[in-house]
């Protein structure tokens, strides 16, 4: 029988919580984000996931091993959120800070921290979702903007109506049963599946295939 290699998980937000649904896993040398969401309890950085653990060496897999991308450089330090990170045109240390992000569904507390992670961190991996996801997160983003304003929660409009279409315009849309195959080696498999919730609602089947064919998989 072959054995498991490891896999970990780091939930960046909603580990105790109903809010920020973020979690990142490693596995197979691969680091990928589950959801991007926000809590819309709060209305200051409280309402975004930890990002600053993705750029944590004690992290798993975290930037001192080397991000998978290789696009770590910039001018943030771990720990800290720059605010408009990439304005400058420099590059972002979140650029490549993970291989993919995938995105459950389109409720805000899955999809609110895009424009963040996009626009603001400057994040410019893949992102994935199905189209079904793809076509509403336009509008729950942005609803959910003109509503903080309505409101004059300044504090928590922390992205522009320009931020969210950025944000959006580099997502590529999987089916469901689709399996994407990424990486060099076309050795990270992952296929969404149909899982209710809400119109466009995935699981997803993560694995990874070793050089030696050990084979890994995680189900969220
Ligand atoms: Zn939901």
Known sequence: MAAQAKIEATPLGAGQEIGRSCVLVTLGGYRVLLDC???????????????????????????????????VGGTSSAGSLPPGG?????????????????????????????????SVLGYRGPIYMTSA?????????????????????SKAIMYTEQDVLFSLSNVRTVA?????????GQDLEVT?????HVLGAVMLHLQVFLPDRMKESSIK
């Open 37 to 71: 969401g926000i809590h819309t309890a709060f209305t200051d950085n409280r309402c975004f996931p930890r990002f600053e653990l993705l750029l944590d060496g004690d992290a798993p897999g975290g930037a001192q091993d080397g991000c998978a991308g290789g696009g």
């Open 86 to 118: 990439t304005a400058e045109g420099g590059p972002s240390k979140y650029a490549h800070c993970v291989d993919a992000v995938f995105v459950t569904h389109y409720h805000l507390d899955h999809i609110g921290a895009l424009p963040h992670l996009v």
């Open 133 to 153: 996801t793809r076509a509403i997160a336009q509008t729950m983003l942005l609803d959910y903007r003109h509503v903080m304003v309505e409101r004059k929660h």
């Open 176 to 184: 469901l049963h689709e399996t994407l195959r990424l990486g060099e």
């Open 192 to 196: 969404p599946y149909y899982a209710g």
